[in-house]
């Protein structure tokens, strides 16, 4: 389904990305872990498309197109998904008016019916209880003094709504409490099928006891240094990332 | 990067969508601007004497003013002298009801999406359709009648109602007042004039809609809104122009009386031609509205949208006499490319216990300059005056202006006022959380655009607020790159 082939990138001439390689399949969900500013949510931006950011090398194919190539509009309409980190307040516009744009511009790339107003809410309201969402808070201004747990499910409730076959999410656990972090993970794994692949970018193993990960990457200056299943991630825990920094930092010098 | 930039260059040649004009016979006064035009105007309008002389009492007034120049606004001096100030539409004899109405007229109205034909309007809105300087019909006349509601064109009100419109004309906005004004008063040819008597809740929305058709004819139209005690109306007023090089001079004056507990509510969508994306052409737009709380427990509420317009200077204000009084200005003002808005807004606190608020939006993109100038006088004797002003500016690009003028003048110490400004950009971020859902740049901007100004959208008529939503949309178009 996704394809990186040897991908650089750099923010305002500083090289972030240096050559990352790596195959998504569907059904599978990968684990992207590494020690700050490795370039993990740099990856995550690059794929959905942020404009700071100059891909210098490199491709990456997503089902059979050069999703370079696209707008990031029309990279989400082909089904790549982003969960923020930091979720943009937008004041006045409430998550409802806000999902329902969306929901209709998708539909209408992909050839389907606007959907009305009646069955718009039916189909929200079947999606709200995967995340246990309030409709209060759906009504209120996107993102707008919600806590931080609020935003972090709204963003995986926009997710079941607009049913991406990539979903990528970017440091969804951080500031998340157990409760919350449950309820994210159950949303996210319940949106799981044999059509639909995830990528999850992550400090902490603890995320990846309740999303279990098919693989997991070690990304370190730009590169992915290390793969594994998800053992790799219980080692990283429990040893942390300065094994493996010194063990590329050696080779690198050589 | 290019693609923006293809974006932009698509959505700023869109066209002005009401810039057509219709070729018609029109009878029209000679160029210039002197006594003779003055008593030919009003000849032509079979004015009584008294009218007669309070005009040209303002146009002795005005020659003596100067043109304002503190507005922070720039552009060349319109040569008032070569201004055609009549123009009407010829019609072979005064027609009696909207049946007798030329059908040509008619169309321009249905054109704009304005239907004058009450048998197919489904909505409750009444209106008075004024073309160049005369109103051509008004709908729903007798409906209202029988409530005692008096909805004309001036005109009609200066012989049907004479003793009503010499009570009141320029009892709110003397002729004295200003520049604009002053000419007004001296050269104006028709407008509105609504009267509510005393207890009646208007049933219908009343509207009026101005379209400027003549070339070189500067539009002048006045407004005169009554109401008595315990009367409630609520007022739109809509506007459009045609697409030409030069500039058009529109000089409007509106004045509101409301009486003990009276409500008036006033609504405006203004979008006159705003001029071509290089800044040539566009209608100015200096237009004096003020309304008095005249008795205690009355209200007058201004809400604007103003998206068109190649320079706009005005103030909607409220003197509020009445104790218990309330005064309110919502306002949204846009501009793009070459256009400049200075607008706000003035609450006079003379009453006891008087209370006004003020939002102010206003939203720059292009090279525009957007101003807000706004002044809260409490007077001595208002004791516990209120006041709330917010003042939100809005930036889209780094090539335009926002600008706030806030004058606060106090003189009682019991007085509260509040004042909130913020301004902010459209961020890239909000821009690629929406892009990241699958939301176009351009659909983006609208959304984050009417979420700003939802909360003056929320003051309008529903129908009304659709329309502006889709102005703003459509006048923000292309301005992201």
Known sequence: MLTIKNLHASIEGTPILRGINLEVKAGEVHAIMGPNGSGKSTLASVLAGREEYEVTEGEVSFKGKDLLDLAPEDRAREGVFLAFQYPVEIPGVSSTNFLRTAVNQVREYRGLEALDAVKFLTMMKEKMKLVEIDQKLLSRSLNEGFSGGEKKRNEIFQMAMLEPTLSILDETDSGLDIDALRIVSNGVNQLKSKDNATIVVTHYQRLLDYIVPDYVHVLYKGKIVKSGTKELALELEEKGYDWIKEAVDSEATV | ?481
């Open chain 2, 1 to 481: 990067m290019s693609k923006d930039n293809q974006i932009l260059e698509e959505l700023t040649s869109k066209e002005y969508e009401h810039g057509w004009s219709v070729n018609y016979e029109a009878d029209e006064a000679p160029i210039g601007l002197n006594e003779e035009i003055i008593n030919w105007i009003s000849a032509k309008k079979e004015e009584p004497q008294w009218l007669l002389e309070w005009r040209l009492k303002a146009f002795k007034t005005w020659q003596n003013m100067t043109e304002p120049e503190w507005a922070n606004v720039t552009y060349p001096k319109i040569d008032l002298q070569s201004l055609r100030y009549y123009s009407a539409p010829k019609q072979d004899k005064k027609p009696k009801s909207l049946d007798e109405v030329d059908p040509e007229l008619l169309q321009i109205y249905e054109r704009l999406g304005i239907n004058l034909n009450e048998q197919k309007k489904l909505q409750g809105i009444a209106v008075d359709a004024v073309l160049d300087s005369v109103s051509v019909g008004t709908t729903f006349k007798a409906t209202l009648s029988k409530l005692g509601i008096i909805f004309c064109s001036f005109s009609e009100a200066v012989k049907e109602h004479p003793e009503l419109v010499k009570k009141y004309l320029g009892s709110v906005v003397p002729m004295t007042d200003n520049y604009y004004a002053a000419l007004n008063s001296a050269v104006f040819s028709d407008g509105s004039f609504c009267y509510i008597p005393k207890g009646v809740r208007c049933p219908m929305e009343l509207s009026t809609y101005f379209r400027i058709n003549a070339a070189n004819t500067g539009q002048f139209e006045r407004t005169l809104i009554v109401a008595e005690d315990e009367a409630y109306v609520s007022y739109l007023e809509g506007c459009t122009a045609p697409q030409r090089d030069e500039n058009q001079l529109h000089a409007a004056v509106v004045e509101i009386y409301a009486a003990k507990n009276a409500e008036v509510k006033y609504s405006t969508v203004q979008n006159w031609f705003p001029g071509d994306k290089n800044g040539k052409g566009g209608i100015y737009n200096f237009v004096t509205k003020r309304g008095i709380c005249a008795g205690d427990h009355s209200k007058i509420s201004w809400t604007q949208v103003e998206t068109g317009s190649a320079v706009t200077w005005k103030y909607p204000s409220c003197i509020l006499k009445g104790d218990h009084s309330i005064g309110e200005f919502y306002s949204v003002a846009v501009t793009n490319n070459y256009q400049q808005a200075d607008t706000g807004t003035k609450m006079i606190h003379i009453g006891k216990n008087t209370k006004s608020r003020i939002v102010s939006k206003g939203i720059s993109a292009g090279k525009s300059q957007n101003s807000y100038r706004g002044q809260v006088q409490v007077m001595k004797r208002a004791d516990n005056a209120r006041n709330f002003s917010q003042c939100d500016s809005l930036l889209m690009g780094d090539r335009c202006g926002a600008h706030t003028f806030p004058y606060i003048d106090i003189n009682n110490s019991s007085a509260k006022v509040e004042h909130e400004a913020t301004t902010s950009k459209i961020g890239e971020d909000q821009l690629f959380y929406c892009n990241q859902r699958g939301i176009s740049t351009e659909d983006a901007v609208a959304l984050i655009v009417n979420g700003y100004a939802k909360e003056v959208l929320n003051q309008l008529p529903m129908e009304f607020a659709v329309e502006a939503q889709k102005l703003l949309a459509l006048t923000l178009e292309g301005s992201v790159g």
